[in-house]
């Protein structure tokens, strides 16, 4: 039975010019551009080779830190991957990811989000900003930065750029913002290194500097 089976493969392979022999080395030869491409086309023959689901990246361009950047996505690959092992964006961290810790956490048109639990290809059109798009054009400091720097805010700093660019945005949405509104807004970051005073004095001297007008 199975002989009968594979000689009617053979059969209709060998109908479409095709010989069984032949496709499967034209696999083998090709298989270094199966993993970019769906198709392989061999002698004029048009051999397509499903691929495993989600394996297929797609060329797509995003709008990080104010440039356009072309890059390879998978459907299911994340923003925190794309940023830093694609773009080179290693300033966004990836401690737990899984929407638990903040220190993947970039701006998404402005709005703070997790990049672990994001997917690439739903911020297309949007503008990302991640902490390397902070300081000015003229090298000077965001208002965040600064007290960073001026306060030495931080111990290992794994956390801090996550803390950071949810701080932008609240630096942006509430400059008046008291200590208590602070902790509230930073409540989705987490501090493996229990900082949170120090890191409290920060977010009320960026808002001091942002209500200061404070470009430093
Ligand atoms: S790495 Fe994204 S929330 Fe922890
Ligand atoms: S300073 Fe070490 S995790 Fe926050």
């Known amino acids: 039975m199975g ?14 010019g095709v010989s ?12 270094a551009s199966v993993s970019a491409s769906n198709y392989v086309l061999r002698s004029g023959h ?18 990080v830190n104010g440039q356009q950047r072309r890059v390879d996505v998978m459907p299911q690959e994340t923003l925190a991957m794309t940023l830093r092992y694609k773009l080179g964006l290693t300033g966004t ?6 929407a638990e810790c903040g220190a993947c956490t970039v701006l998404v048109d402005g709005i703070p989000q997790y990049s672990c639990s994001t997917l690439t290809h739903q911020v297309r059109g949007r503008e990302v900003l991640t ?27 794994f956390c801090m750029p996550g803390f950071v660019m949810n701080m932008v945005n609240l630096t942006e ?4 913002a008291t200590r208590g509104e602070c902790a509230h807004h930073l409540a989705g970051n987490i501090c493996r290194c229990i900082d949170y005073n120090k890191i409290l004095n920060v977010a009320e001297k960026a808002c001091e500097y942002t209500r200061n007008g404070m470009r430093s």
Request: charge should be negative; hydrophobic fraction near 35%.
């Open 173 to 176: 949405e509430n400059p008046n």
């Open 46 to 63: 048009g051999v397509a080779l499903a691929q495993a689901p989600g394996a297929v990246e797609r060329l797509v361009t995003l709008n």
């Open 20 to 31: 069984r022999r032949g496709f499967i080395k034209g696999v083998i030869a090709t298989g």
């Open 131 to 157: 902490i390397e798009g902070l300081e000015g054009a003229d090298g000077t400091l965001h208002p965040v930065q600064q007290a960073v720097v001026d306060l030495q805010g931080f111990q290992c700093a």
């Open 93 to 98: 961290k990836i401690g737990c990811d899984r």
């Open 3 to 16: 002989d009968v089976a594979g000689t009617q493969v053979q059969t209709t392979t060998e109908q479409q």
